[in-house]
């Protein structure tokens, strides 16, 4: 079992920045990648991009540029940094990996972002 546990979301402005992390712990041995999905009310879960165990990262069209993710593998966390946040970034955000082809999810955290 992995457990992953997400932190830093809250209420920004447009145009301002969040940074959210994911603690992984529980058998975290052979984790491929991690990554970030995010739903919007009403809308589908989306993935919003990924970081594979070697580093690579590939990200969803519409936060190219403005989204990036790293990990500390030292710490099993990895952080998704938002830049640049639109209206149409708020949802909620939960992080993912895989781990013997299955799937674990956080709870998710909440990002909202004004106008």
């Known amino acids: 079992q992995v457990q992953l546990v997400e932190s830093g979301g809250g209420l920004v402005q447009a145009g301002g920045s969040l940074r959210l992390s994911c603690a992984a712990s529980g058998s975290i041995s052979s984790i491929n990648h991690m990554g970030w999905y995010r739903q919007a009310p009403g809308k589908q879960r989306d993935l919003v991009g990924l970081i594979t165990s070697s580093g690579s990262t590939s990200f969803a069209d519409s936060v190219k540029g403005r989204f990036t993710i790293s990990r500390d593998n030292a710490k099993a966390t990895v952080y998704l940094q938002m830049n640049s946040l639109k209206p149409e970034d708020t949802a909620v955000y939960y992080c993912?990996?895989?781990?013997?082809?299955?799937?674990?999810w956080g709870k998710g955290t909440l990002v909202t972002v004004s106008s």
């Open positions: 993912y990996t895989i781990r013997g082809g299955t799937y674990y």
